[in-house]
């Protein structure tokens, strides 16, 4: 229910506060007075674009506050999916509006993105505008007028809807993912030879991780052998071999038992001893590690030829690949693996494919035909109570029927197009509606929708914009009613120029332009009883009251 509305520096609205109620309202003013505007800054917070342009005051910024209650709009888990305040007795919308055209949007204080304030306020506002009565004609709308009013009517309609919008997105994939495999058959075909060449030669490479970096140490020891075996016998000569007197490692164990010996007299002759026996071990190893390594140097592999020969073809593989590297090469490999495995399993992909989108299929049209039962069994009870109101409305030999036709192909919406027919005349076969209802007779039928909806469904607050433009006299009357009995179950706003409809409202508002320092104002106010009185008047004889006009809006104000 929206309880506030605050609108400041829009259009010819430099500030204004306005309070609304539960039950039924009515908004009345002359043309041009502002109604539009009240109605389109209302817009702006529901999520529609600004417009700088409306700004009145481009030096300050435009802010328009609604404040909502929604504890029976069961909204809990749109506030807890984006991370807002839940507060069901008191919820504010508000949205700044700057010179340069940026905008920001608030709830609770929270800024929110424009299309999630787009989708709070279809929860909470219904804005009918004569815009909205020409959407009457289009198909998709009226499919969710006849789902609204199914799942009102079957507990399982919005499930069996929901599943099926869900598989049909899975199916549409499927389908097209198909298509492309089934496009690219050819194309497939070709690349899996060429990828399956490319695979094979690496195969057969038989390429070892780190390969390439033994095979380069590897060549360069074997092209540097001479001075790398010198270096190695020189260094077992100096250590191991005789010279005039001794080895090195000789002469050096000597020296350390000599040390040993005076080890005891003093801890620093003890550390010398120790340090000596760590050169002596060290040494030794050094000797033995040489002797090993020239070893593998006469025992091993030196064919330069043929470590060349697979150390050129690893470069090549490298360049025809386009890697910087030799591990990149190694996962180039792989990589090729993979595709060629996925290309070689594609008739296989395709048929489990097939399978899929054909069990997916059946799913889909067992529950387009629940769905399409459910929408035929609310149809008749839709049909009834649209005749039976347009009737009341001055249709007298209105007749109106929701057509059903089944389709050939399944769509987003099931296998159903539908169609409201429509004929104001006797003996006139029904007709597509939009090709024959008038201006008048589609606000009409706008309008026994709404109150069909605000019979079944718990609708959030509703503002009916002129829908009862062109007409007058016992139909103003009929449409005051319904109206009525409307705002009995939800909380209705009505913009109206009808005396009859003011009349029966629970609240009257009126909107006034005046002029203001040379510029003009739009305000709002709540209507007194005499108030209410004198508007009445007003609207049945024009801006001079008459008496006959004042026993007149007395008359209907006593309907009230």
Known sequence: MLQHLSIKNYAIIDSLEINFKKGFSVITGETGSGKSIILGALQLIMGQRADSKAICNSKS???????????????????????????PLNTIVRREIHANGKSRAFINDSPVRLDQLKEFGAYIVDIHSQHQTLSLNKSNYQLKLIDSLA??????????????????????????????????????????????????????????????????????????????????HKINFIIEANHESSPINSQLFELLQGIQKISSFDAEYSKLAERLHSVTIELADLSKESEILLSKLEHGDQNIDA???????????????????????????????????????????????????????????????AIHKNRTLVSSGIETFIIDTIKELGIKNGQFKVAIYPQEKLNEWGRDDICFMFSANQGVALQVMSKVASGGETSRL????????????????????????????EVAGKIAKILTEMGAQIQLIVISHLPQVAAKANYHYKVEKIDLDGKSQTSIYELDEKQRLDELAKMLSGETISQAAMENAKALFATH
Not at 75 to 81: K, N, V
Not at 446 to 472: N, Q, R
């Open 446 to 473: 706008m309008l026994a929708i709404k109150a069909l909806l605000a019979k079944h469904l718990d609708l959030p607050c509703l503002i009916l914009d002129e829908i009862d433009t062109g007409v007058s006299g």
């Open 61 to 87: 910024k435009c802010i328009i506050e609604g404040s909502f209650e929604i504890k029976n709009s069961n909204l809990l888990e749109f506030f807890t999916q984006h991370d807002l305040d839940y507060d």
């Open 307 to 369: 470590k060349s020969e697979r150390l050129n073809l690893i470069n090549q593989l490298e360049q025809k690949h386009r890697v910087s590297d030799f591990n990149a090469l190694i996962e180039k490999q792989k990589e090729i693996e993979k595709k060629v495995s996925k290309l070689s399993h594609v008739e296989g992909y395709t048929t489990e494919l097939e399978d899929n989108i054909k069990a997916l299929e059946i799913k889909l049209n067992k529950n387009a035909k």
């Open 151 to 232: 799942q009102a009517s079957f507990e399982n309609h919005k499930v069996l809807l929901d599943v099926y919008r869900k598989d049909f997105k899975q199916f549409t994939i499927l389908k097209t993912e198909l298509k492309q495999l089934l496009d690219d058959g050819e194309e497939s075909k070709s690349q899996l030879d060429y990828l399956s060449f490319l695979l094979d030669e690496l195969q057969e490479a038989n390429l070892k991780l780190n390969e390439k970096e033994e095979l380069e140490s590897a060549l360069k020891t074997i092209e540097n052998r001479e001075v790398i075996v010198n270096t190695l």
